[in-house]
């Protein structure tokens, strides 16, 4: 049986709705949120990592050859790391786009 | 049984939490506050204590602080005032919430402005309706008395909600009262040790404190509200185990030769014992008079009140606060609509009195208590009244 998403009923809500399972909060998927995305012209980036460092969601993973990337089921398009991007080499386009 | 001594309600209040071995005590220790962070970081300091005192840079971190411990699983107490319990707001809904018992003292002084430091009911009753169960008490004994309750209330399974212990500003505070001090041994014996029912801890991670989406909260609000309700039971049997042990008894709602009186005056807090005065004088006249006395006031006492004012033809409530532009003092808007569905319910007046300070004497309780009786027909713009105002 699969585990509920959330309490179904005000008795099954844990005291203080406290949560035993760590981690679980990797489970909700913010990245539905997202009304703009962000790319990456690898060509224009200086592997700086001030992407990965400024990212509120830590969602911005290196890969083997040091460039950088958002992980699309957390992001939430804020924007943060292409108005940090000092060599402009990341731009926010529309989803539907 | 422990020795009566002289005591300034302050500190005694500072000494009963000692006696419940708190793990962490966190206060902002200037005015608006009383002498109780003061004299428990003097027992820290002199060694009697073994507790972990951090002198905060504000309320909001004195209480952030203490729900942050007792989240830990630590015992914890702070106590704060007016202002100051202001501060505090934004977390207090948090820590009941959370369902940390975290344990506070308010020495319940008027919210400025004008500046005013001086006793009134307007500090708590802005926190009312964040979760907290809600203590009233007349007297430094019953300050005593209820700040060791508090913790038992507290932290049984069955209620795991933060108390505050409302005692009247310089009223209380700063008065100095016989009290009886029990000895450590014989509060050992009604307080067990704090077994938390979670703890955070590095080695079991677990999460206090999630966010809560619309499809969740509902439900949250209802499982706390629940949770307040079932605490009567246990505040009731606390206080039953109490009275066994110490031999002082303690009532949701308690009377004062209310044996067939007509009138009813009710109060919370101190000056219920200046009313037992009037209420003595009117008595010997022959006038059929009794007093209420609200001691639990958080989770209401719906049952036992409807009880207690039965029989009775006029009922005034005694506020201590102002809902500006609302139907009359916060104690008798839910007075009111406690017996709205009586099908026999007494005429219900309310004077809001003794704010920041005001003197309220016996001579005002006889006056009130005279005119409740005699007024024949209330209109709407007669509910309320801000007693004693100079016109």
């Known amino acids: ?97 | 049984m422990g020795k009566r001594i002289g005591m300034e309600i302050a500190l005694a209040a500072a000494e009963a939490a000692a006696l419940c071995r708190p793990d962490v005590i966190a206060a902002y220790p200037i005015t608006p506050n009383t002498h109780i962070p003061e004299h428990l970081s003097d027992i820290v300091a002199e060694g009697r204590l073994d507790a972990e005192y951090i002198c905060v840079e504000s309320e909001h971190s004195a209480i952030s602080a203490c729900c942050g411990a007792s989240g830990t699983g630590a015992r914890t107490f702070t106590a704060t005032s007016s202002q100051g319990l202001l501060f505090m707001q934004e977390v207090l809904p948090i820590v009941s919430s959370l369902r940390l018992p975290v344990v506070m003292v308010i020495g319940n002084r008027a919210v400025s402005g004008p500046i005013n430091i001086w006793n009134d009911h307007s500090d708590i009753m802005y926190q009312r309706d964040t979760g907290w169960v809600s203590l009233f008490v007349a007297n430094g004994q019953e300050t005593v008395d209820m700040v060791i309750q508090a913790f038992k209330i507290g932290e049984h399974r069955d209620v795991m909600l933060p108390v505050n212990i409302n005692i009247d500003g310089f009223q209380l505070t700063h008065v100095v009262e016989p009290i009886f001090m029990p000895d450590q041994e014989e509060v050992d014996r009604f307080l067990p040790t704090y077994k938390p029912f979670a703890q955070l801890h590095p080695d079991k991670p677990m999460t206090m404190g999630a966010l809560g989406l619309p499809e969740i909260f509902n439900e949250a609000m209802r499982a706390k509200d629940e949770a307040i309700l079932r605490s009567k039971k246990v505040v009731l049997d606390v206080w039953k185990e109490w009275e066994k042990q110490f031999g002082r008894k303690y009532e949701p709602i308690e009377s004062y030769k209310t044996e067939g009186a007509e009138t009813l005056l009710m109060t919370m807090g101190s000056m219920g014992e200046t009313a037992e005065i009037a209420i003595d004088e009117l008595r010997k006249d022959g006038f059929p008079v009794g007093l209420l006395k609200i001691k639990l006031w958080r989770p209401f006492p719906f049952e036992e009140f409807r009880k207690a004012v039965k029989g009775a033809k006029c009922l005034a409530v005694m506020d201590r606060a102002v809902s500006f532009g609302g139907p009359g003092g916060p104690v008798f808007a839910e007075i009111r609509s406690a017996l709205y569905d009586e099908p026999k319910k007494p005429k219900m007046l309310n004077f809001i009195i003794g704010l920041g300070g005001r003197d309220v004497q016996v001579e005002d309780f006889i006056k009130m208590a005279k005119k409740t009786a005699s007024t024949k027909k209330l209109k709407p713009e007669d509910a309320y009244e801000i007693y004693g105002a100079r016109e």
């Open chain 1, 1 to 97: 049986m699969s585990e509920k998403k959330w309490p179904e009923t005000w008795q099954e809500v844990n005291p203080g709705c406290m949560v035993f399972r760590p981690g679980s909060a990797s489970e909700y998927h913010t990245g539905s949120w997202r009304a703009k995305r962000p790319i990456w012209d690898n060509a224009k980036c200086i592997k700086c990592g001030v992407c990965y460092i400024f990212c509120p969601e830590g969602c911005i993973t290196e890969d083997a050859d040091g460039f950088f990337a958002a992980n699309f089921d957390y992001c939430k398009g804020c924007g943060i790391c292409a108005h940090e991007c000092w060599p402009k080499a990341i731009v926010m386009v529309n989803e539907e786009d």
